[in-house]
Each structure stands twice: as C-alpha cells, then as structure tokens.
C-alpha cells in the first residue's frame, strides 16, 4: 500500500463483506496540532471479544483462500510508524469502529493518495450501501450523504455514466477541497 | 461548486433515457475487478477507474463493471475477469493502459486480447 486511501478502501471492504449497511468515513485534519484522523465505523456483523483481539494479527483472516489478512496490520502499522496511534472496537451484531491517528509531517506518513477516487468507487460500486463521509480541515466540514444523493435520484443508480460524473465533481468539490493537497 | 440542486436536474434529464437502457438484457458483459488487500496493493483500483471511464468515453450501455473479493492467485493480481458470451476470460498482471485495451478488443470487438490472459503469463 502506497496511499493511505487504499487503507481506507480496504478496511472499507472488511465492513461490506460484514454485511454493513451503512458506512460512515471521517477523515480530520488538525495542520496546527500536525495530527490527521481516520476512523471508519459500520453496522455489519461485528466480531466477538476472541477474534478482535487476535484481528491486527496478519495470519488471522476470514478468507478462505489462504491464511494471510494484511489489511487491519497495514493500516495500524501505517499510523504507528508515524508515531500515531491505532484502535478497533466491536461488538458482534452492532458493528465494528476502527480509527488511525497519524502526525502529518512525521517522514513515515504516506500520502493520503486519491481519496476523491476511493470515495467514489466505494459510493458508485456498492449500491446496496449507505456511506456517509465527512472530511473536516481548518475549520471547515464537507460531508456527502449517499442516502440523500439516492432520495432526489429516485431509483436511477449512482453508477450510471451522468450520475458518475457529477458525483466525481461533487466530491471533488466538497470534500477533496476541505484539505487541498496538504495530505 | 456543485450542488444537490444540480443534481435534482440531472435526474429530471435522465428518467426519460433510463427506460430504454433497461433493455440491454442478454447480451451483456460482466467485468469483475478482484478488490481485496492483495489486489488493492497491487494497483486494482486504477485498473477499475481505468475501466468505468472507458466504458463511459465509449458510451458501453451492456457492460456491467463490479468488484469482488480475493480470487485466490494474489501473485498475479491485479486480475480482471471478462464473463462475455457464456466464457470467463481471466485477465492477470492488469493495468490501466491493459485494461483499456481489453476493453477496445474484447468488450467492444469481440477479440480477446490473448497475451493478457492467465494461460500466457
């Protein structure tokens, strides 16, 4: 992983394969304290008290196809190496919450990357899906609401070509513009 | 900046164009893109943004594009799979500028790009 937008997306994709409804992503910036936070919090399944504790270890997985699961360690070492910190909470049958602190100007930290992008895939490719995200810098707070997009859409999808394009603009605009290129 | 307004007009110029799109039915191509770790690491996220803009530069109404989980060959990941015409076309090592092309041979012309395919690499 190169960008700590891949991490997003990832960790994302453990929630909708716990069978998440709705997802909500904040990211926060903080320039004056150098700190960024990422947290991610769904509805799915949950996990029990034994599996959570054994989770952000990488030969622990729920994928049957091998026994390596490197997304929860990569996303915990990212923010470690920066001399940040890292959590995860659960509860089986509420949902599951994961944040990563990060010191913004540490060597370590990777780029945030193309968080629009990540942003999008994961509202236009997951129509079954609610993800509410939230970024907030200096002060100022965008937030897209995929639930209220497909209220005044009624029906048509979020990957249709047109509804695409302007939900690429929108997010550009309301979110990707609250940090600029400082991340 | 835009707005939800924008959007509420954009839904009123598309309602009338929805319909016949809905009628593409059975000759449609599926593209799976694998989304997990391994894939994400590898550069899957390009090879998918590759493939909804050119399905979109190229107006492709019966192609549905999505992704999955880990399809179990990490080593060859990104891996692109084309299920067109009652076939699975396995698509290993992708990347934007293979992705593109899959989509100009195969999805659109009918020819698939053999050198991509797992069987060659």
């Known amino acids: ?117 990540v942003v999008l895939q994961l509202a236009t490719m997951n129509p079954s899906v609610d993800f509410t995200v939230t970024v907030e810098a200096d002060g100022r707070k965008g937030v897209l609401d995929t639930s209220e997009i497909k209220e005044i859409l009624g029906g048509i999808p979020l990957d249709m070509p047109e509804v695409r394009a302007f939900l690429k603009d929108y997010i550009q605009e309301n979110l990707v513009s609250i940090y600029g290129g400082r991340l | 900046m835009k707005s939800l307004e924008e959007l509420k007009a954009l839904r009123e110029k598309m309602r009338s164009q929805t319909d016949n799109r809905a009628v593409a039915g059975s000759d449609e191509t599926v593209i799976k893109v694998g989304m997990a770790t391994c894939g994400i690491a590898a550069g899957a996220r390009p090879v998918l943004t590759a493939l909804l803009d050119e399905a979109e530069k190229r107006q492709l109404h019966n192609v549905s594009i999505s992704q999955t989980g880990c399809i179990g060959l990490c080593r060859l990941e990104p891996i692109v799979e084309v299920f067109k015409g009652g076939q699975k076309y396995t698509y290993v090592l992708m990347t934007p500028e293979k992705a593109k092309k899959v989509i100009a041979e195969h999805v659109v012309n009918g020819n698939p790009v053999t050198e991509y395919l797992i069987g060659n690499n």
């Open chain 1, 1 to 117: 992983m190169r960008e700590l937008a891949l991490n997003i997306l990832d960790i994302t994709e453990n929630s909708l394969a716990a069978g998440a409804k709705h997802v909500s992503i904040a990211l926060t910036a903080d320039f004056t304290a150098d700190r960024m936070r990422i947290e991610i919090c769904d509805d799915g399944c949950g996990m029990d008290e034994e599996t959570l504790a054994k989770v952000t270890d990488p030969f622990t997985t729920s994928r049957t196809t091998r026994s390596v699961g490197m997304g929860i360690p990569l996303f915990k070492y990212s923010a470690e190496s920066t001399g940040g910190n890292f959590g995860i909470f659960s509860e089986k049958g509420k949902g599951t919450r994961i944040f990563a602190e990060y010191v913004i100007g540490h060597i370590d930290r990777m780029p945030l990357g193309d968080f629009g992008g």
